[in-house]
Structure formats: C-alpha cells, structure tokens
C-alpha cells in the first residue's frame, strides 16, 4: 500500500504546476502537437519541453512522431476527472470566499 502512495505522490507533482495544468487541459480533449502547446501557451519550447518531459516521466502523457513534429496525449482520459474535481472544488471556495468578502 505504501508504495501505491508513493506513486500517487509522484503522479500529484504534475498538478502542482501551473503550467503543467495549462498543458493538461488543453490536452483534455484531443492531442496537440509541441508548435500548437507553444502557440496556445505562449511558452517557449524549451519551457514547453520541460513540462512534457516531467509529465511523460510521470505517465501522463505520451508522445508520437509524426512527420517533423511530436504529438502529445493523455495516457488515460480519466486523469481529467482529477483534474475537474479539484478544479470544481476550489471555484466552489472561491466564490464562498468573494461572498464572504462582499
């Protein structure tokens, strides 16, 4: 069991990024080559790379070549519930934090 923590804990770096979170949802719904993360980022490549990278080290994401670019994509669809029950979870506090505020 401990080592099943172990690799949650790991896996949980990638979703203490910014960046790293950008890259995941944008690659919610299909896969994006590096050139179209740039774009949609505004990153450059080597920032870029190094998100991949660590997200790829982590299995969440896989590459494939094709031609001169790389394509990358969620290794499981559902590594995106994660990502929209904490999202969900925190606009929940947010606004109960902005009622308070008012």
């Known amino acids: 069991m401990k080592e099943l923590y172990k690799i949650h804990a790991e896996m949980c770096k990638v979703f203490s990024n910014s960046t790293r979170l950008e890259i995941l949802n944008l690659l919610r719904d ?7 993360l740039i774009e949609k980022t505004k ?8 998100h991949l ?6 299995d969440i994401v896989i590459s494939d070549r094709k031609g001169k670019n790389i394509y990358y994509k969620l290794t499981n669809p559902r590594i995106i519930k994660a990502f929209d029950i904490i999202k969900e979870i925190l606009t929940e506090k947010l606004k109960k934090n902005y009622k308070v505020l008012r």
Not at 30 to 36: K, P
Not at 53 to 58: F, R, T
């Open 53 to 58: 990278s660590i997200m790829k080290s982590k």
């Open 30 to 36: 299909r896969e994006l080559s590096v050139t179209e």
């Open 43 to 50: 990153l450059s490549q080597a920032n870029i790379s190094q």
